[in-house]
């Protein structure tokens, strides 16, 4: 059984542009929903011996004028609190008003971060990103050509894109360890990527009778096997971290998964599809195209 | 040497440093750092704001690191964990502290002593000109009483303080001198804008002695002495971030990661020994190895290298995934040596020309991986970083495993007649 993955390109273009489009619309309308350690703030987790009401906390806080906090509970004993960013004096106040409104509790986390740390983590981690794209585009001209590079590194911003749409539309809170998930993305995607160029490479030098279009899809047929392998292998432990890892780690595992996926995707229907579009482009190979371009479809 | 035995060598070495491993990890519970968010505890970030006289230095930092773990050092907390980040940040971490307030003021106090000339003094205190002198020239404090009493500080200035201290205060005779500890200058009142005392500078003082006075406690005096001895801060801190993890959400995380860390790793064995038969077998094996060998690994950085490795819950993040990319390099491999068997080569054909050219692929794969990784690590703050530094140090375990392991063993299985027979494999001969 042989796919076609070159010759219908342009309904994986389409399917791409359009969950990319109502990503970036959503990034628009509803933008993204930035952790504490973007912002500077407190966070507050505390567990009570008792049973509470969100509504008591509100009361509590609003005594201290932080009435418009973000109060969260996670079940009946416990509550998770984002305020403003505050001193320690504050802090300490915080703690004290909710202990003596609603009795005895134990912090279990108290995290407060400064605004310009969060500068300091968006800096660095932008820096982080296109620092890492320019490191892989010359590695892998290096190692490939170019022309490699350039799609791999078009299907990564492919993968980006998909996964700040999606974490725009979910809402889901965006953290430092989200960063660290959507660079840990791009290894992933360009790894599926590089299995499949090393064998169109190996592929082009006896490229007989094809186009470089069929040349690559059967390429993608002989290791599709392989990709489907090595994303499952990678997606499986996500999937467990999904299902099993806590809170703080489930975000975590959400970016890597919907990473993962676009990653597999793209290495095949967006990598490889425009890589041929590049190719194709060169007299070697348009001669070939006009030669045996309309046989064997 | 034949090529088996070099392959049976290769093995023996590994299973040796397997067994290496182990020996070093147990028991496990003693062996493994923790981090404070899987055990609880108080972790500060504290960032140096540069001011005019107290700039931010490669040098001026490594004191103020210095200076932080002796404080630290004296307030008695098992385990503390003082380190550079970045170019101007200080990361601090005491585990199981059981109150985080005292450790916090003392650790917060920046302790940047100046003496600073009261320009005029107005109905809401007085207002202070540009420093003169800084903490840093105080040789020695401590604590006396003056002759009605009450408590004061006397300091020593270092040969080079003595001089400065001395030019001061010829120039200040008659006029006001404030001494101030990390001024505020925000603050409405004195205290809170931290002037401890602005004496009128009766003369010159050039012996290089002077003492602190003014309206505080003998608790106060004890904390100034304290501060000033262990060296006042030579740069401005402020806390960046401060996160106080409860002992029971640390126990909690951490039964989370290991759970899901099991499941990952039984997941990708099942999923391997399914598709692969016994080269998932082989699979299994390698990840064996691969995870014994990491926490070894681990445990020996903490326990032969001055580099501490604490385990943080991105940290597991980190390691959790690369138990998929060493997964990946089998299949990478595997899926090789079978399109190989079934191009009609045989088992020991395909193991040895499989890996060639799966190596290959594999090496390239991961460099990229560990370009991003190493980025990371170079650029990155926390939580970031920790998980940077599993992974990468992942990577380069598997490349090992595979290598030395993995290839080994599979070449010495290939061999065997018995385990030629394709339905091991999971393949059928001359299929495509």
């Keep these: 059984m042989k796919l076609e993955f070159i010759e219908n390109k342009k309904y994986w273009f389409w399917l791409s542009g359009i969950v990319i489009s109502i990503g970036i619309a959503s990034l628009f309308l509803r933008g993204l929903n930035y952790g504490l350690e973007f912002k500077g703030g407190v966070f507050f987790d505390l567990s009570f011996k008792k049973k509470i009401k969100i509504e008591a906390v509100r009361e509590s806080l609003g005594k201290l004028g932080l009435g418009t906090s973000v109060i969260q509970l996670v079940n009946e004993k416990e509550v998770l609190i984002r305020t403003r960013p505050l001193n320690k004096d504050e802090q300490r106040k915080v703690v004290e008003m909710i202990q003596s409104d609603l009795g005895e509790l134990e912090i279990r986390d108290l995290k407060n971060v400064s605004p310009s740390w969060g500068k300091e983590i968006t800096r660095s981690s932008i820096a982080a990103l296109l620092l890492s794209l320019v490191g892989i585009l010359i590695y892998v001209s290096f190692k490939f050509e170019f022309k490699m590079a350039l799609s791999a590194i078009i299907a990564l911003i492919h993968d980006l894109l998909v996964v700040v749409g999606i974490y725009s539309l979910a809402g889901k809170e965006v953290t430092p360890a989200t960063v660290a998930a959507v660079l840990t993305i791009l290894g992933y995607s360009i790894y599926d990527t590089i299995v499949i160029f090393h064998r169109i490479q190996e592929n082009s030098r006896n490229i007989g009778r094809r186009t470089y279009g069929m040349m690559v899809n059967d390429s993608i047929n002989q290791v599709l096997v392989r990709s489907i392998n090595t994303s499952l292998t990678s997606i499986l432990p996500v999937v467990s971290i999904l299902i099993f890892g806590g809170e703080t780690l489930k975000d975590f595992a959400f970016a890597l998964f919907v990473g993962l996926v676009s990653g597999a995707y793209s290495s095949i229907f967006t990598a490889s599809p425009i890589l041929v579009i590049l190719k194709e482009t060169e007299p070697l190979y348009k001669n070939l195209k006009r030669k045996y371009g309309k046989i064997a479809y | ?432």
């Design chain 2, 1 to 432: 040497m034949s090529q088996r035995q070099k392959y049976l060598l290769s093995v023996f070495f590994v299973l040796a440093l397997v067994v290496a491993s182990v020996y070093l990890i147990y028991p496990p519970a003693k062996s493994t750092r923790l981090g404070l968010d899987l055990k609880g505890g108080l972790h500060i970030v504290l960032t140096a704001r540069p001011l005019p006289k107290a700039p931010v230095t490669e040098e001026t930092m490594e004191r103020a690191k210095v200076v932080i773990e002796e404080r630290i050092n004296k307030l008695g907390v098992s385990e503390p964990e003082i380190s550079r980040q970045g170019s101007n940040s200080i990361l601090v971490q005491l585990p199981g502290v059981k109150d985080p307030r005292e450790a916090l003021d003392i650790i917060g106090k920046t302790a940047l002593l100046e003496f600073r000339p009261v320009t005029t003094s107005t109905a809401e205190g007085l207002v202070l000109g540009e420093t003169l002198m800084t903490g840093e020239y105080v040789k020695d404090a401590a604590v006396d009483f003056d002759d009605f009493g009450k408590p004061k500080v006397d300091i020593e200035f270092t040969p080079e303080g003595a001089k400065k201290f001395d030019q001061i205060t010829a120039e200040m005779v008659g006029k006001r001198l404030a001494i101030v500890l990390d001024y505020n200058p925000k603050g409405r009142t004195d205290e809170e804008k931290g002037i401890i005392s602005a004496p009128v500078v009766n003369e010159r003082i050039s012996g290089g002695r002077a003492e602190i006075t003014g309206d505080f406690t003998i608790d106060f005096a004890k904390k100034l002495a304290l501060v000033l001895q262990t060296g006042s801060l030579p740069v401005k801190l402020d806390i960046s971030e401060s996160r106080t993890v409860g002992p029971t959400l640390g126990s909690d995380s951490l039964r989370a990661a290991l759970i899901a860390g099991i499941a990952g790793l039984v997941a990708v064995v099942l999923y391997m020994i399914f598709f692969y038969r016994l080269l998932g077998l082989i699979t299994a094996g390698a990840l064996a190895v691969f995870s014994t060998l990491f926490w070894g690994t681990i445990v020996a950085t903490n326990k032969f290298t001055p580099l501490g490795w604490t385990l943080t819950l991105p940290g597991i993040a980190g390691i959790i995934l690369s138990i998929g990319v060493a997964a990946d390099s089998s299949v990478v491999i595997f899926e090789r040596v079978k399109e190989e068997i079934r191009a009609g080569k045989s088992f020991k054909q395909a193991a040895d020309k499989g890996f060639t050219f799966g190596f290959k692929t594999m090496v390239i794969a991961d460099v990229v991986t560990l370009i991003a990784a190493l980025i990371l690590i170079w650029q990155g703050v926390g939580p970031v970083r920790g998980f940077a530094i599993s992974l990468s140090v992942g990577i380069g375990i598997d490349l090992f495993t595979t290598f030395f392991f993995t290839h080994p063993l599979l070449s010495l299985l290939s061999s065997s007649e018995a385990l030629n027979k394709s339905l091991l494999l999971g393949v059928r001969k001359g299929v495509a």
